[in-house]
């Protein structure tokens, strides 16, 4: 916790740069809604920061289990930051599974404020404790607020018409009142989001926000312990504009459709439900006056099929599944790279293999995205940084799949997907156009006829007369399109399709340093949500003169141009990675260069910290 | 004086691709293709607006021989696919081909999710109670004890009916009719065109050479006429050489049984009469088995509901004219913002 010394200018306040929070409870205590209200007031008051929800598959665990507990993680600062944070200075803990779960990542000296009316005998066994933690001694190096969180929270809506359990599920906006008053958030946006979202249960709306102000006017009053008091962070100096908070599942979708705009096409989503994708359909579906068809197909395979017939038919096919699914719809990206048919693929990686941590992030499918077919299959990858992020990179999606008539695979994870933002509002008339023009002309009209350029067969959809004709999975002739087995042609096929992606490096930016210098001892190299972390690592390293640099890649497959050369200015070259080294391999495959892998598949993002370790241990000294 | 050139009507044969057709000599697929060809031009649909999709399997070549739009995908997905292609644009007239395997096996759950929704679309399963393009293994529609390569000894899992299945779906529209009979095809195809949903046709198809002969028990020339039955929609259930057979209710009142009139004091009066709107009646027709009963053919059930495509479209426009779209910025700033001044 930066801090600066409190003065009468912030109301008695002290002032702090800096500072990260976790909520943690029971599945069914409402703390990702207390992270996501607390998120928009801190985006409203100017902070820039990052959230990390994490919580467990199941939907509501059973209570007090360790398994079932639910976390919600914000780092805002006055400054720019990259990430959730490392540790939190402060620590809410609804029950004793929260505390059990999350009290090791608080730093000595932290705060943990604690729902002491959870500690029962029955909750404090259920969470594996043998001895009340509360009476134990295993909190005296934080600072413990111990508060009666659910007997004041009942107090408080007493005049409401709830019910006991109705008035004890309140708690979390008690919690959230008073965090308010800790760091000067305003109460408004909160109360506005309850009024709507109970407009047809005014009851229950006034004993949300009775619990939310009593939470309020409870640390107001009450004495709080020493080395406790109220903080202010004051804005971050940020480029003048217009924001919003955003996770990245918003910003994907807005982005598809931004996409589609751009193309000049309608956009058909088909997708199946799953975790953590889910959130894309549910999104999409929300934007239908924006030209989006949305169809939950039977399962994950007429998802990408549905979104394949679509595209056929003239429409921009999308289908948004993660890493099991994509297993599914494998075949079928197949049959959409040999017909050459725009097809957008979303997947919202997450912990594998198989079922694997649905609900963890991991960046354990890129083998499967540049490599994951049967034959010889090359397809765009691209992958976002951050949340905001998803909204270029969605764009750029598009734009690859219809000028160059191929399935594009758009990397994102569950930490994107989940984490909020603030971001600058994109001006949608800054993204160039890129109108597709379907094929009306019968002359000389066969179905593969190539761009000269960009080697993309021309596109003529169902409806226009004169130009009937056959796709299929079977291989085609290079110059009638009809089926053929002939040996060489295959050969020939096989080559103009690879040949069509290599291309696409031509096509897309050349590969910049995101901090750094362009040579120098260490090249940090990283590709999706990683960004953040590593780019706040290297800039930590590169403040204190060491010659690090950071390396982002968004263009998974194919590289940029002018990777190679760039790569060979560095003398190491290190992979940070959330999954068991694969990035580190395509690059050693493709350039031949002696990279080194950093690995962690535990389902959390990188630590700041934890990077810039591994990196100092490489070039000091 | 200015003359309108009157547009060409559409010949069968306008219907037929330049592709050299490569089903063996003798299939059943070219006597289907044939029905197809006469039915589309007697409804005169234009080829742009014509898409075929298929699976994988013989059947599955149909689109490369129709000068339609075609797209020939993969193993069981043609309705998925062709689902999607309605959905992004409702003029198509589209057309699905199946096969046994493909329809109800790898895509058994296409099948009957396509039926289920009611997307409009003519799905046509070709039933050879075989595998014809990987040679010969038996199908989920194969009578028990088939001999085939993966069944040396005889298959020991019962067969589906692909009509009580659809119906079991929820299928508005069932029918059957067999490749050969060239004079109930079109009829039947045209039915299953105008119902606006999904159509199933089962096509019963002689396979020449993994299953020759599977169906001679009821359509062959000889014992068509006693051993199978065409239903007509208001028409009496009777059937045989000599129009003496019939469909009554069962003694027990719960089902139906074959009956010849005048024998065991049995009228024309007790003959039941063809309900197309009767799904419970579709259903035991859709059941009926040689040797206990004759086959039934014709439009077993034909009882539309909205389309799936229809209703998805009404909401889109619905929700549009509900809530205007604006520019991709509106898009992009609906919700809480916040501006950041210079020098803030």
Same mark, same amino acid.
């Given at each position: 916790?930066?801090?600066?010394?409190?003065?009468?200018?912030?109301?008695?306040?002290? %002032?702090?740069?800096?500072?990260?929070?976790?909520?943690?409870?029971?599945?069914?205590?409402?703390?990702?809604?207390?992270?996501?209200?607390?998120?928009?007031?801190?985006?409203?008051?100017?902070?820039?920061?990052?959230?990390?929800?994490?919580?467990?598959?199941?939907?509501?665990?059973?209570?007090?289990?360790?398994?079932?507990?639910?976390?919600?993680? =914000?780092?805002?600062?006055?400054?720019?930051?990259?990430?959730?944070?490392?540790?939190?200075?402060?620590?809410?803990?609804?029950?004793? &599974?929260?505390?059990?779960?999350? !009290?090791?990542?608080?730093?000595?000296?932290?705060?943990?404020?604690?729902?002491?009316?959870?500690?029962?005998?029955?909750?404090?066994?259920?969470?594996?404790?043998? @001895?009340?933690?509360? @009476?134990?001694?295993? !909190?005296?190096?934080?600072?413990?607020?111990?508060? @009666?969180?659910?007997?004041?929270?009942?107090?408080?809506?007493?005049?409401?018409?709830?019910?006991?359990?109705?008035?004890?599920? #309140?708690?979390?906006?008690?919690?959230?009142? !008073?965090?308010?008053?800790?760091?000067?958030?305003?109460?408004?946006?909160?109360?506005?989001?309850?009024?709507?979202?109970?407009?047809?249960?005014?009851?229950?709306?006034?004993?949300?926000?009775?619990?939310?102000? %009593?939470?309020?006017?409870? &640390?107001?009053?009450?004495?709080?312990?020493?080395?406790?008091?109220?903080?202010?962070?004051?804005?971050?100096?940020?480029?003048?504009?217009?924001?919003?908070?955003?996770?990245?599942?918003?910003?994907?979708?807005?982005?598809?459709?931004?996409?589609?705009?751009?193309?000049?096409?309608? !956009?058909?989503?088909?997708?199946?439900?799953?975790?953590?994708?889910?959130?894309?359909?549910?999104?999409?579906?929300?934007?239908?006056?924006?030209?989006?068809?949305?169809?939950?197909? @039977?399962?994950? =395979?007429?998802?990408?099929?549905?979104?394949?017939?679509?595209?056929?038919?003239?429409?921009?096919?999308?289908?948004?599944?993660?890493?099991?699914?994509?297993?599914?719809?494998?075949?079928? =990206?197949?049959?959409?790279?040999?017909?050459?048919?725009?097809?957008?693929?979303?997947?919202?990686?997450?912990?594998?293999?198989?079922?694997?941590?649905?609900?963890?992030?991991?960046?354990?499918?890129?083998?499967?995205?540049?490599?994951?077919?049967?034959?010889?299959?090359?397809?765009?990858?691209? &992958?976002?940084?951050?949340?905001?992020? #998803?909204?270029?990179?969605?764009?750029?999606?598009?734009?690859?799949?219809?000028?160059?008539?191929?399935?594009?695979?758009?990397?994102?994870?569950?930490?994107?997907?989940?984490?909020?933002?603030?971001?600058?509002?994109?001006?949608?008339?800054?993204v160039e156009p890129f109108p597709v023009e379907f094929r009306t002309d019968p002359e000389g009209f066969h179905p593969y006829l190539r761009d000269e350029k960009t080697l993309a067969r021309n596109w003529a959809i169902p409806g226009t007369p004169g130009l009937m004709h056959r796709l299929g999975g079977i291989e085609k002739d290079y110059d009638s399109g009809h089926i053929s087995y002939d040996s060489d042609n295959h050969h020939r096929m096989t080559k103009v399709r690879a040949a069509k992606i290599d291309g696409i490096a031509n096509d897309i930016p050349a590969q910049a340093v995101?901090?750094?210098?362009?040579?120098?001892?260490?090249?940090?190299?990283?590709?999706?949500?990683?960004?953040?972390?590593?780019?706040?690592?290297?800039?930590?390293?590169?403040?204190?003169?060491?010659?690090?640099?950071? =390396?982002?890649?968004?263009?998974?497959?194919? *590289?940029?141009?002018?990777?190679?050369?760039?790569?060979?200015?560095?003398?190491?070259?290190?992979?940070?990675?959330?999954?068991?080294?694969?990035?580190?391999?395509?690059?050693?495959?493709?350039?031949?260069?002696?990279?080194?892998?950093?690995?962690?598949?535990?389902?959390?993002? *990188?630590?700041?910290?934890?990077?810039?370790?591994?990196?100092?241990?490489?070039?000091?000294? | 004086?200015?003359?309108?050139?009157?547009?060409?009507?559409?010949?069968?044969n306008d219907y037929a691709s330049d592709q050299e057709v490569r089903w063996c000599p003798g299939c059943g697929d070219y006597a289907i293709i044939k029905g197809v060809h006469r039915t589309l031009a007697e409804l005169q649909i234009p080829l742009e607006k014509l898409v075929f999709f298929s699976g994988i399997g013989c059947a599955a070549r149909f689109p490369y021989y129709m000068a339609s739009y075609g797209f020939h995908t993969i193993h069981g997905r043609a309705p998925a696919l062709a689902t999607g292609a309605k959905l992004a644009n409702p003029d198509l007239d589209i057309w699905?081909? +199946?096969?046994?395997?493909?329809?109800?096996?790898?895509?058994?759950?296409?099948?009957?999710?396509?039926?289920?929704?009611?997307?409009?679309?003519?799905?046509?399963?070709?039933?050879?109670?075989?595998?014809?393009?990987?040679?010969?293994?038996?199908?989920?529609?194969?009578?028990?004890?088939?001999?085939?390569?993966?069944?040396?000894?005889?298959?020991?899992?019962?067969?589906?009916?692909?009509? /009580?299945?659809?119906?079991?779906?929820?299928?508005?529209?069932?029918?059957?009719?067999?490749?050969?009979?060239?004079?109930? +095809?079109?009829?039947?195809?045209?039915?299953?065109?105008?119902?606006?949903?999904?159509?199933?046709?089962?096509?019963?198809?002689?396979?020449?050479?993994?299953?020759?002969?599977?169906?001679?028990?009821?359509?062959?020339?000889?014992?068509? /006429?006693?051993?199978?039955?065409?239903?007509?929609?208001?028409k009496p259930l009777i059937f045989g050489a000599d129009s003496n057979k019939g469909l009554a209710k069962s003694d027990d009142g719960f089902g139906i049984q074959a009956v010849t009139i005048g024998e065991n004091g049995v009228t024309e009066a007790d003959i039941l009469i063809h309900d197309e709107t009767n799904k419970i009646l579709a259903m035991m027709l859709a059941d009926m088995k040689q040797p206990e009963f004759p086959v039934a053919l014709g439009v077993l059930y034909n009882n539309p509901a909205k389309a799936f495509d229809e209703a998805v479209h009404e909401q889109l426009r619905?929700?549009?004219?509900?809530?205007?779209?604006?520019?991709?910025?509106?898009?992009?700033?609906?919700?809480?913002?916040?501006?950041?001044?210079?020098?803030?």
């Amino acid at each position: 916790m930066a801090t600066n010394v409190a003065s009468t200018e912030n109301g008695g306040r002290k %002032a702090l740069d800096s500072v990260v929070i976790r909520f943690a409870g029971d599945s069914g205590d409402g703390m990702q809604l207390t992270g996501t209200q607390f998120t928009q007031s801190t985006a409203l008051m100017g902070n820039d920061l990052a959230t990390f929800p994490d919580f467990p598959a199941e939907i509501r665990a059973p209570a007090g289990t360790t398994f079932g507990v639910s976390a919600f993680q =914000i780092n805002f600062a006055s400054f720019d930051i990259q990430t959730p944070g490392d540790d939190p200075d402060v620590l809410v803990a609804m029950n004793p &599974a929260a505390l059990k779960v999350h !009290l090791k990542d608080v730093p000595k000296g932290g705060t943990v404020i604690l729902n002491t009316d959870a500690f029962s005998e029955r909750n404090i066994a259920r969470a594996g404790y043998t @001895e009340n933690p509360l @009476e134990d001694g295993s !909190l005296d190096n934080h600072i413990v607020i111990a508060i @009666e969180i659910n007997k004041l929270t009942n107090a408080a809506v007493a005049d409401c018409d709830v019910t006991s359990k109705e008035a004890t599920r #309140c708690k979390n906006f008690w919690a959230l009142g !008073l965090m308010c008053w800790m760091y000067n958030r305003d109460r408004q946006p909160t109360i506005d989001w309850v009024n709507q979202r109970f407009g047809k249960l005014p009851n229950i709306a006034a004993a949300n926000i009775a619990a939310l102000n %009593a939470g309020h006017a409870y &640390a107001e009053t009450v004495e709080l312990p020493s080395g406790v008091e109220a903080y202010i962070v004051p804005r971050a100096k940020v480029v003048p504009g217009t924001y919003r908070a955003v996770t990245g599942t918003e910003a994907a979708a807005w982005g598809l459709v931004a996409g589609a705009k751009k193309a000049g096409l309608e !956009l058909f989503l088909g997708s199946y439900p799953i975790t953590p994708a889910s959130a894309l359909l549910h999104t999409l579906t929300n934007l239908k006056p924006y030209g989006v068809t949305t169809f939950q197909a @039977e399962d994950e =395979i007429a998802a990408v099929c549905s979104a394949i017939g679509a595209s056929y038919a003239g429409k921009l096919g999308l289908t948004s599944s993660s890493g099991p699914g994509i297993a599914l719809k494998t075949e079928a =990206i197949g049959l959409a790279l040999v017909t050459e048919l725009p097809l957008v693929i979303v997947n919202v990686q997450r912990g594998g293999p198989s079922t694997g941590l649905p609900t963890k992030t991991e960046q354990s499918d890129l083998f499967q995205a540049v490599w994951g077919r049967n034959a010889d299959t090359p397809l765009p990858v691209v &992958a976002s940084a951050t949340p905001g992020d #998803c909204f270029e990179t969605a764009i750029e999606a598009v734009r690859l799949a219809v000028k160059y008539m191929t399935p594009v695979i758009f990397l994102s994870d569950g930490y994107l997907a989940n984490a909020a933002e603030p971001w600058e509002i994109p001006d949608a008339d800054d993204v160039e156009p890129f109108p597709v023009e379907f094929r009306t002309d019968p002359e000389g009209f066969h179905p593969y006829l190539r761009d000269e350029k960009t080697l993309a067969r021309n596109w003529a959809i169902p409806g226009t007369p004169g130009l009937m004709h056959r796709l299929g999975g079977i291989e085609k002739d290079y110059d009638s399109g009809h089926i053929s087995y002939d040996s060489d042609n295959h050969h020939r096929m096989t080559k103009v399709r690879a040949a069509k992606i290599d291309g696409i490096a031509n096509d897309i930016p050349a590969q910049a340093v995101a901090t750094g210098e362009e040579s120098g001892k260490l090249a940090v190299v990283g590709w999706g949500s990683t960004f953040g972390a590593i780019n706040q690592a290297v800039g930590r390293c590169v403040k204190d003169g060491l010659s690090v640099s950071h =390396i982002h890649i968004r263009h998974v497959w194919p *590289f940029p141009a002018n990777l190679e050369e760039l790569l060979s200015k560095f003398d190491r070259i290190i992979v940070p990675e959330m999954n068991n080294g694969q990035m580190v391999n395509v690059l050693r495959a493709k350039f031949l260069v002696d990279a080194e892998s950093i690995t962690q598949i535990t389902g959390q993002p *990188f630590k700041v910290s934890t990077l810039e370790r591994e990196i100092r241990s490489r070039v000091e000294g | 004086m200015n003359i309108e050139t009157p547009v060409e009507a559409l010949k069968p044969n306008d219907y037929a691709s330049d592709q050299e057709v490569r089903w063996c000599p003798g299939c059943g697929d070219y006597a289907i293709i044939k029905g197809v060809h006469r039915t589309l031009a007697e409804l005169q649909i234009p080829l742009e607006k014509l898409v075929f999709f298929s699976g994988i399997g013989c059947a599955a070549r149909f689109p490369y021989y129709m000068a339609s739009y075609g797209f020939h995908t993969i193993h069981g997905r043609a309705p998925a696919l062709a689902t999607g292609a309605k959905l992004a644009n409702p003029d198509l007239d589209i057309w699905v081909v +199946m096969g046994d395997g493909d329809a109800l096996s790898i895509g058994g759950n296409h099948t009957m999710h396509a039926i289920r929704r009611n997307v409009d679309l003519n799905l046509l399963l070709f039933n050879n109670e075989i595998y014809g393009l990987t040679k010969g293994q038996y199908s989920p529609t194969s009578q028990l004890g088939t001999r085939s390569p993966s069944t040396p000894q005889g298959s020991v899992d019962a067969p589906l009916t692909a009509l /009580s299945l659809a119906l079991g779906a929820g299928a508005r529209f069932v029918a059957r009719t067999f490749d050969t009979n060239q004079k109930q +095809m079109p009829g039947v195809l045209k039915a299953a065109h105008a119902h606006k949903g999904a159509s199933l046709v089962e096509i019963i198809q002689n396979c020449i050479v993994y299953n020759d002969g599977a169906f001679d028990g009821w359509t062959n020339k000889k014992v068509v /006429s006693d051993n199978s039955i065409s239903v007509e929609h208001g028409k009496p259930l009777i059937f045989g050489a000599d129009s003496n057979k019939g469909l009554a209710k069962s003694d027990d009142g719960f089902g139906i049984q074959a009956v010849t009139i005048g024998e065991n004091g049995v009228t024309e009066a007790d003959i039941l009469i063809h309900d197309e709107t009767n799904k419970i009646l579709a259903m035991m027709l859709a059941d009926m088995k040689q040797p206990e009963f004759p086959v039934a053919l014709g439009v077993l059930y034909n009882n539309p509901a909205k389309a799936f495509d229809e209703a998805v479209h009404e909401q889109l426009r619905e929700v549009t004219e509900a809530n205007p779209p604006g520019s991709l910025n509106d898009m992009l700033r609906k919700g809480r913002t916040w501006t950041v001044e210079e020098g803030a």
